[in-house]
């Protein structure tokens, strides 16, 4: 699926709920992913005003600031970020924006005591073979694959539960704002882009 199909998809989705948190973050995801940077920033943006402790969307937006030549906001934004991610222990959005802010020479927030130090999700992660690519937890896996197939698997090897259970809810308002038939392929192939947006699960 080409950039513009995927962005134009996303679209309909804000413009049918413009409160879609998921709607908005694949919307800035895709926009960063294809070079429009003040796009992306404008739907991160809105994302982050829906829900205050979403953590990856600070990394991206503050990313998409960043290549937009937007140091200062981007440096603003990341270290907001790192506070976001640090108390809900997302762990790998604030390790990835405290190491963006180091590399660009600005402070990093003091994580809360007793949180884990930078680089320790990746650690713990690699002990227990498991390590959720949304929040970053190594922990909390799902005992099986949510449904048979590889993408079942890639699931179950990628995710919590609290992330799954998180994902049910927003998968049927998916289904509802864009009417998608599951029945047929396409409907299929839509909403399993948007769930691998939500997780985070890279398609490749």
């Known amino acids: 699926m080409s950039d513009n199909t995927r962005i134009q998809q996303f679209k309909q989705m804000t413009e049918a709920d413009p409160d879609n948190e998921l709607g908005h973050f694949s919307l800035g995801k895709a926009c960063l992913e294809a070079g429009r940077f ?3 920033a404008a739907s991160l943006e809105r994302v982050i005003t829906i829900n205050p402790k979403m953590s990856k969307a600070f990394q991206l937006l503050g990313d998409a600031y960043e290549k937009a030549g937007a140091r200062d906001k981007a440096v603003e934004v990341m270290t ?10 997302d762990l790998m959005p604030r390790d990835a924006m405290a190491d963006a802010l180091k590399s660009w020479g600005a402070p990093v927030p003091a994580f809360a005591p007793g ?6 999700a990746s650690d713990a992660g690699s002990d227990s073979g498991f390590s959720c690519t949304r929040c970053g937890q190594p922990r909390g896996q799902l005992e099986k694959p949510p449904f048979k197939g590889p993408l079942g698997g890639k699931i179950h090897a990628n995710t919590c539960s609290a992330c799954w259970r998180e994902w049910l809810p927003m998968g049927t308002k998916v289904i509802n704002e864009l009417g998608l038939a599951l029945a047929s392929e ?3 192939s839509t909403y399993d882009q ?4 939500f997780l985070q699960i890279e398609e490749r």
Request: charged share 25%; glycine share 16%.
């Open 38 to 40: 003040d796009e992306a």
């Open 186 to 188: 396409a409907g299929q």
């Open 80 to 89: 907001r970020g790192v506070t976001v991610a640090d108390e809900h222990g």
């Open 115 to 120: 949180a884990a130090p930078a680089g320790a």
């Open 194 to 197: 948007y769930m691998l947006e």
